[in-house]
């Protein structure tokens, strides 16, 4: 239902994060981009044909469409254009400009950028790409104001810009000790031709001051003394506060509801029905209630009787679908995804043949912020306030359902408390924006957790019937896979639920074979924190520990072995599997969590790896089960390659977070869904992570000399094998389905 729509979705926030070409600016337009008269240096680039960044002329604020901005008194403010939900994009952004600027770190003041796509080209979060995409464009934009500052300064001591240097938000002559901060040099660098990109000089790895080190959050402090930074926070003039009732299964509309009991409530301004636009990530049919605050409208929703016509309603059912999906398994699937070699025959002459069947559950994004948005329609024209991952989607959906014209949507771009993929559809944004139109006044709709639980874009279940073989060497020679997974309009699976022919092992043996079989499923479904890896990953990592084991080989041993040497798999394109950085993150991630030392009975490690955007991960997780079968996962080690890293502090942070996401998940999170609809309802059916379970999450990187990659999501596939292998190497008990609440384990 409606996959189409969020297939496109998925699409955009891939084009929205390809990186752009920075151009030289001509003079003439330079000078019109940038505030000359008391307004210091405005660095003014462009994103490609039309696309010229500018600011206003002589103001002494920063123009809210240029990105760096150096003022007489030598503050440094540097906008980061993407959304900051969480991954640390607000700091790290500003770092990379900051260094390649020669910048005091304590001279910048970071702010989110304002959502204006002809100004700063596409802005979204989401893939793990802002990095990638955006880390040489940064560079040169700072590296192109250090450039006009050496030049300017070079021109107030009539010396050679050859012979200055920079340090410290200064540019020096070392032959003579003159210096000038850039404060001082702002206003006549602003009066400089904009140097051809192509001719900058951009700093070697090994002259990197700030990149690498730990910075703190930019917004640090404002989070930790409550400052109103997310979209939960804001307050404008005359604001009423919204609620938003849906059919509890996806695809009902509102027959009749007692609106004029509902308008009778304390507190109650307007009740009234919504039709929708039948885009299930835009606006779904609903009842609105209006209030003076959001305790009265949540009091009124609890006393709100809705009719619902569920004629064309999901009617999905998780507990049918395993059935169906447990006989799917014991065949090949009815739709070859890629084969290769002769994996039939390979298996008749194998020295041993092994077959597990795996699955795992439907989650919700589980956010800490619930969806809301704050929109106030007037004059044929709207202001929203809105915590999205995709503010310029937004934009366009809003002026869709308004029949308003996108140069009368304005888009505030608040904090994102919690995202993970959740807030790549707008349809909180769209709510919003309708009923204050339908209001006639500015609302803040504040969605409940039930809200949230029942009507997220949930991470697609799947399962997996696989089977491999080895020889009698023990090597792995033949590996297959029939995906057993969701379509909702039976001709491409769900988001999230695709596998292709180039999932690990298949691109590095001679015999494979990966099928499909599609269920239908009229659930909406989204990206989940590394879409479709964090699924497949359980289940293919937790096979190879099993084949391993079946061919009486040490698992880091028989990982390797199947890395074989060191090349890409598609050679010239630096985003996929490279075997030697796999080999090299699995054997650091053994080495320093000890891998082969004796543990106490009930104690294991377990091992696994996994690829995904981009990036090259190995965990290995130390756990322990009692004789109650209560599972503590006491240490999990991580090792990545993902370039050089931008602010240590974050990275780390990525990677921890990554680790206890996925083993809240790996331990007790999953949705039943029957008759469509979901029955877990808030934290107390669906048990996050406590902090007393959380384990120590020790942290290596690789610095290999590649370009760097996104590590918001790729930390999260390896942990739920890794911890499942240190079961087995415990117990040996083999898991084989998720949460492990579901296979008799507690936490």
Same mark, same amino acid.
């Given at each position: 239902?409606?996959?189409?729509?969020?297939?496109?979705?998925?699409?955009?926030?891939?084009?929205?994060?390809?990186?752009?070409?920075?151009?030289?600016?001509?003079?003439?337009?330079?000078?019109?981009?940038?505030?000359?008269?008391?307004?210091?240096?405005?660095?003014?680039?462009?994103?490609?044909?039309?696309?010229?960044?500018?600011?206003?002329?002589?103001?002494?604020?920063?123009?809210?469409?240029?990105?760096?901005?150096?003022?007489?008194?030598?503050?440094?403010?540097?906008?980061?254009?993407?959304?900051?939900?969480?991954?640390?994009?607000?700091?790290?952004?500003?770092?990379?400009?900051?260094?390649?600027?020669?910048?005091?770190?304590?001279?910048?003041?970071?702010?989110?950028?304002?959502?204006?796509?002809?100004?700063?080209?596409?802005?979204?979060?989401?893939?793990?790409?802002?990095?990638?995409?955006?880390?040489?464009?940064?560079?040169?934009?700072?590296?192109?104001?250090?450039?006009?500052?050496?030049?300017?300064?070079?021109?107030?001591?009539?010396?050679?810009?050859?012979?200055?240097?920079?340090?410290?938000?200064?540019?020096?002559?070392?032959?003579?000790?003159?210096?000038?901060?850039?404060?001082?040099?702002?206003?006549?660098?602003?009066?400089?031709?904009?140097?051809?990109?192509?001719?900058?000089?951009?700093?070697?790895?090994?002259?990197?001051?700030?990149?690498?080190?730990?910075?703190?959050?930019?917004?640090?402090?404002?989070?930790?003394?409550?400052?109103?930074?997310?979209?939960?926070?804001?307050?404008?003039?005359?604001?009423?506060?919204?609620?938003?009732?849906?059919?509890?299964?996806?695809?009902?509309?509102?027959?009749?509801?007692?609106?004029?009991?509902?308008?009778?409530?304390?507190?109650?301004?307007?009740?009234?029905?919504?039709?929708?636009?039948?885009?299930?990530?835009?606006?779904?049919?609903?009842?609105?209630?209006?209030?003076?605050?959001?305790?009265?409208?949540?009091?009124?929703?609890?006393?709100?009787?809705?009719?619902?016509?569920?004629?064309?309603?999901?009617?999905?059912?998780?507990?049918?679908?395993?059935?169906?999906?447990?006989?799917?398994?014991?065949?090949?699937?009815?739709?070859?995804?890629?084969?290769?070699?002769?994996?039939?025959?390979?298996?008749?002459?194998?020295?041993?043949?092994?077959?597990?069947?795996?699955?795992?559950?439907?989650?919700?994004?589980?956010?800490?912020?619930?969806?809301?948005?704050?929109?106030?329609?007037?004059?044929?024209?709207?202001?929203?306030?809105?915590?999205?991952?995709?503010?310029?989607?937004?934009?366009?959906?809003?002026?869709?359902?308004?029949?308003?014209?996108?140069?009368?949507?304005?888009?505030?771009?608040?904090?994102?408390?919690?995202?993970?993929?959740?807030?790549?559809?707008?349809?909180?944004?769209?709510?919003?924006?309708?009923?204050?139109?339908?209001?006639?006044?500015?609302?803040?709709?504040?969605?409940?957790?039930?809200?949230?639980?029942?009507?997220?874009?949930?991470?697609?279940?799947?399962?997996?019937?696989?089977?491999?073989?080895?020889?009698?060497?023990?090597?792995?020679?033949?590996?297959?896979?029939?995906?057993?997974?969701?379509?909702?309009?039976?001709?491409?699976?769900?988001?999230?639920?695709?596998?292709?022919?180039?999932?690990?092992?298949?691109?590095?043996?001679?015999?494979?074979?990966?099928?499909? +079989?599609? #269920?239908? @499923? !009229?659930?909406?479904?989204?990206?989940? =924190?590394?879409?479709? %890896? /964090?699924?497949?990953?359980?289940?293919?990592?937790?096979?190879?520990?099993?084949?391993?084991?079946?061919?009486?080989?040490?698992?880091?041993?028989?990982?390797?072995?199947?890395?074989?040497?060191?090349?890409?798999?598609?050679?010239?394109?630096?985003?996929?599997?490279?075997?030697?950085?796999?080999?090299?993150?699995?054997?650091?991630?053994?080495?320093?969590?000890?891998?082969?030392?004796?543990?106490?009975?009930?104690?294991?490690?377990?091992?696994?790896?996994?690829?995904?955007?981009?990036?090259?991960?190995?965990?290995?997780?130390?756990?322990?089960?009692?004789?109650?079968?209560?599972?503590?996962?006491?240490?999990?080690?991580?090792?990545?390659?993902?370039?050089?890293?931008?602010?240590?502090?974050?990275?780390?942070?990525?990677?921890?977070?990554?680790?206890?996401?996925?083993?809240? +998940?790996? #331990?007790? @999170? !999953?949705?039943?869904?029957?008759?469509? =609809?979901?029955?877990? %309802? /808030?934290?107390?059916?669906?048990?996050?992570?406590?902090?007393?379970?959380?384990?120590?999450?020790?942290?290596?990187?690789?610095?290999?000399?590649?370009?760097?990659?996104?590590?918001?999501?790729?930390?999260?596939?390896?942990?739920?094998?890794?911890?499942?292998?240190?079961?087995?190497?415990?117990?040996?008990?083999?898991?084989?389905?998720?949460?492990?609440?579901?296979?008799?384990?507690?936490?």
């Amino acid at each position: 239902m409606n996959d189409q729509y969020l297939q496109d979705i998925i699409r955009d926030v891939e084009a929205e994060l390809e990186t752009h070409t920075m151009k030289a600016i001509p003079r003439r337009s330079f000078i019109k981009l940038t505030g000359l008269a008391g307004g210091g240096l405005v660095l003014a680039f462009q994103l490609g044909e039309g696309n010229a960044l500018a600011a206003q002329a002589g103001s002494s604020t920063f123009a809210p469409n240029a990105f760096v901005r150096i003022s007489p008194d030598g503050s440094i403010l540097i906008y980061s254009k993407n959304p900051e939900i969480g991954q640390g994009i607000k700091t790290a952004f500003p770092m990379i400009v900051a260094e390649e600027l020669d910048a005091d770190w304590s001279d910048v003041v970071a702010e989110q950028s304002p959502i204006n796509q002809a100004v700063f080209g596409r802005q979204a979060a989401g893939g793990s790409r802002s990095i990638p995409s955006s880390f040489d464009e940064l560079r040169r934009a700072g590296a192109t104001a250090r450039s006009m500052l050496v030049a300017a300064a070079a021109q107030e001591w009539g010396v050679s810009a050859s012979d200055c240097t920079t340090e410290m938000s200064a540019v020096v002559h070392p032959h003579d000790g003159q210096k000038l901060g850039y404060g001082e040099l702002a206003n006549k660098a602003a009066g400089l031709p904009v140097p051809d990109g192509s001719t900058l000089s951009l700093k070697e790895r090994k002259d990197w001051k700030l990149l690498g080190t730990r910075v703190t959050g930019v917004d640090n402090h404002a989070l930790v003394t409550g400052q109103p930074l997310f979209g939960i926070d804001q307050k404008i003039p005359g604001m009423l506060y919204a609620t938003y009732d849906k059919c509890p299964a996806t695809g009902g509309s509102v027959r009749q509801a007692n609106l004029d009991e509902i308008r009778s409530l304390p507190g109650v301004k307007d009740a009234f029905v919504l039709e929708g636009n039948g885009q299930v990530a835009e606006l779904m049919p609903g009842v609105a209630i209006v209030a003076t605050s959001t305790w009265a409208a949540f009091t009124a929703k609890r006393q709100l009787r809705v009719t619902w016509d569920e004629s064309g309603a999901s009617k999905d059912s998780w507990s049918g679908s395993v059935e169906r999906a447990r006989e799917l398994g014991k065949q090949q699937g009815s739709e070859m995804i890629g084969s290769k070699g002769d994996v039939d025959e390979t298996y008749s002459n194998a020295a041993s043949t092994l077959e597990g069947f795996y699955s795992y559950p439907f989650l919700s994004h589980a956010t800490l912020e619930p969806q809301n948005t704050t929109a106030w329609y007037h004059d044929n024209r709207i202001e929203i306030w809105a915590p999205t991952q995709t503010p310029q989607r937004g934009i366009s959906s809003v002026a869709k359902i308004l029949g308003i014209a996108e140069d009368q949507v304005t888009l505030h771009q608040t904090r994102v408390g919690g995202g993970f993929g959740r807030r790549l559809m707008n349809d909180s944004v769209c709510e919003a924006a309708a009923i204050s139109k339908q209001a006639g006044a500015p609302v803040k709709l504040q969605w409940t957790r039930e809200d949230d639980m029942a009507h997220d874009f949930y991470r697609v279940g799947g399962f997996h019937g696989l089977k491999g073989a080895v020889d009698e060497a023990g090597k792995l020679v033949a590996f297959e896979d029939h995906f057993v997974t969701f379509s909702s309009d039976g001709e491409k699976p769900v988001s999230g639920g695709n596998i292709t022919d180039g999932e690990f092992p298949a691109p590095l043996l001679e015999n494979y074979r990966i099928t499909q +079989t599609m #269920l239908p @499923l !009229g659930t909406p479904c989204g990206p989940w =924190r590394a879409p479709r %890896s /964090n699924g497949i990953a359980f289940a293919v990592q937790s096979f190879i520990h099993e084949l391993a084991d079946a061919a009486g080989r040490d698992h880091l041993e028989f990982l390797l072995e199947i890395m074989g040497r060191p090349r890409w798999l598609d050679p010239g394109n630096t985003r996929t599997l490279n075997t030697g950085r796999a080999a090299d993150v699995i054997k650091l991630a053994a080495e320093k969590a000890g891998w082969g030392k004796r543990l106490p009975g009930g104690r294991g490690l377990g091992l696994s790896f996994y690829f995904s955007h981009a990036g090259h991960f190995a965990e290995v997780a130390e756990v322990s089960v009692d004789d109650n079968r209560k599972v503590t996962v006491h240490q999990v080690t991580v090792a990545a390659d993902v370039g050089p890293i931008v602010n240590m502090s974050g990275a780390e942070n990525q990677c921890q977070g990554a680790v206890i996401d996925g083993l809240s +998940t790996t #331990l007790g @999170l !999953g949705l039943a869904i029957e008759n469509g =609809r979901v029955q877990e %309802s /808030n934290f107390d059916q669906y048990p996050l992570l406590r902090i007393g379970n959380a384990p120590k999450v020790d942290v290596h990187f690789i610095q290999s000399e590649f370009a760097p990659t996104g590590l918001g999501e790729p930390a999260l596939p390896p942990i739920a094998a890794a911890v499942c292998n240190a079961i087995f190497a415990a117990t040996g008990y083999r898991v084989r389905e998720l949460p492990l609440l579901k296979e008799g384990f507690s936490v």
